[in-house]
């Protein structure tokens, strides 16, 4: 509604963090049925046996079967190879590993912008834009950066907590420091 509004141009690229796959295979999905001439990048932040090409292929048929059985009027879309460039360069080689690039962004784009992200998703999916920019050097393409970072404050809620009740292996997560690259974020 808001490119249709004018408030927004259309996208040329939209950077998106990929783990799941379900936020970046409903965006690919909803940009192809408004008819967006968009290419969704979605950044890989997983190992890419749980976010890779096939399975995003296969998620974005069964979605959109579902669609079509639930709605007739929903067209069939089609993704073909140039839909789909899956932007893994900023992995880090295991999951919610932080990442120097990651994190150059999350300072970045918070001195910068006032903008807040996190090393796993969003710090990397903003050094994915980055370095897209960087190489290149196309000034009049119109980025979307989709920052999926939550910034709710949660203490309250969870101020009566006792970690402990936790499973064993998630206790170092409060006992001890596991991100390197944390410590000045």
């Given at each position: 509604m808001?490119?249709?509004?004018?408030?927004?141009?259309?996208?040329?690229?939209l950077f998106?963090p990929?783990?799941?796959?379900?936020?970046?295979?409903?965006?690919?999905?909803?940009?192809k049925?408004?008819?967006l001439?968009?290419?969704?990048?979605p950044v890989?932040?997983?190992?890419?046996?749980?976010?890779?090409?096939?399975?995003f292929?296969?998620?974005?048929?069964k979605?959109e079967a579902l669609l079509c059985?639930?709605d007739?009027?929903?067209?069939?879309?089609?993704?073909?190879?140039?839909?789909?460039?899956?932007?893994d360069?900023?992995?880090g080689?295991?999951?919610?590993?932080?990442?120097?690039?990651g994190?150059a962004?999350?300072?970045?784009?918070?001195k910068?912008?006032?903008?807040?992200?996190?090393?796993t998703?969003?710090?990397?999916?903003?050094?994915?834009?980055?370095?897209?920019?960087?190489?290149?050097g196309?000034?009049?393409?119109?980025i979307?950066?989709?920052?999926?970072?939550?910034?709710q404050?949660?203490?309250?809620t969870?101020?009566?907590?006792?970690?402990?009740?936790?499973?064993r292996?998630?206790h170092?997560?409060f006992e001890?420091?596991?991100?390197?690259l944390?410590?000045?974020s």
């Amino acid at each position: 509604m808001q490119i249709a509004d004018g408030a927004i141009p259309e996208p040329d690229l939209l950077f998106i963090p990929m783990g799941s796959m379900g936020t970046a295979v409903g965006l690919m999905l909803g940009v192809k049925a408004a008819g967006l001439k968009t290419r969704v990048v979605p950044v890989r932040v997983v190992p890419a046996k749980i976010g890779g090409r096939e399975k995003f292929i296969h998620l974005f048929r069964k979605t959109e079967a579902l669609l079509c059985s639930n709605d007739l009027s929903f067209q069939k879309l089609e993704i073909t190879d140039n839909d789909l460039k899956i932007e893994d360069a900023f992995f880090g080689g295991e999951y919610a590993r932080f990442t120097r690039e990651g994190m150059a962004a999350v300072e970045l784009a918070a001195k910068t912008d006032g903008l807040h992200l996190e090393g796993t998703y969003s710090g990397k999916t903003m050094a994915a834009v980055i370095d897209h920019v960087k190489k290149s050097g196309s000034k009049d393409s119109v980025i979307l950066f989709w920052n999926t970072h939550n910034t709710q404050n949660f203490s309250e809620t969870i101020k009566d907590v006792d970690y402990h009740q936790l499973p064993r292996a998630f206790h170092r997560y409060f006992e001890e420091e596991v991100q390197e690259l944390d410590r000045d974020s």
